[in-house]
């Protein structure tokens, strides 16, 4: 038997449950896609972006790279919100961490695991922007938990920052960027309320971090 039979024959039921309960779902979706969200999340098997929202294929414009970075030289992840934004018009962005996260905890531990190192240096980044912060928390865990939870704040002022959502903030294009994170531990999205719709609140956002540190 072919070692992913088991995935073929899931594919082909699920399929058929599809076309059961809405006969045209394929067809409609073969002429367009229309979604309102772009997600930028973790690879993580356990945080899968569809599900978790609750959305159908058509749904949810997804991004996913370890640990959720988005960097203004990764041109993967910048065509992705290029296309999000300029040709598909979602109206939401959102980045979304989980607790737990490897990539996280790696930067954090400082483990070597190779080329992986590279792109995680982002997050050391964020780390060390925030390390008196996270240092005055004792519990390890929720060291690594607050870094996540930054890592996520920070991923959302670098979409804004991109030319991309700058460009479309000048023309007048509404689109929100919102950080989320997941508890892989309950299943539940938590909203870190950082939601940025304008260059405006980058100032504002920006300005809130001043006065705090
Ligand atoms: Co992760």
Redesign the pocket.
């Known amino acids: 038997m072919h070692p992913l039979q088991n995935l073929l024959e899931k594919n082909k039921s699920w399929a058929a449950t599809m076309r059961s309960t809405q006969p045209d779902f394929f067809l409609k979706l073969s002429l367009q896609q229309s979604p309102e969200y772009l997600w930028i999340g ?3 098997s356990r ?1 899968p972006a569809n599900e978790i929202v609750g959305l159908l294929p058509g749904e949810l414009f997804v991004h996913r790279n ?2 959720n970075v988005v960097v203004h030289t990764d041109f993967n992840c910048l065509s992705v919100i290029e296309y999000a934004v300029e040709r598909l018009q979602v109206k939401h962005i959102i980045v979304c961490g ?1 607790y737990g ?4 905890q790696a930067a954090l531990k400082d483990n070597q695991l190779g080329l992986i190192d590279n792109w995680l240096r982002h997050i050391k980044e964020v780390w060390k922007k925030y390390e008196k912060e996270i240092s005055l928390i004792e519990d390890e865990h929720r060291q690594l938990d607050r870094l996540c939870e930054l890592n996520v704040i920070e991923q959302v002022v670098n979409v804004c920052n991109t030319t991309i959502i700058q460009k479309a903030w000048k023309r007048g294009q509404q689109v929100d960027v919102h950080g989320w994170i997941y508890s892989i531990q309950d299943g539940q999205l938590r909203d870190l309320n950082v939601q940025l719709s304008n260059s405006k609140d980058i100032e504002t956002f920006y300005e809130a971090e001043r006065t705090t540190k």
């Open positions: 973790c690879s993580d945080v370890v640990a989980h996260c490897g990539g996280v």
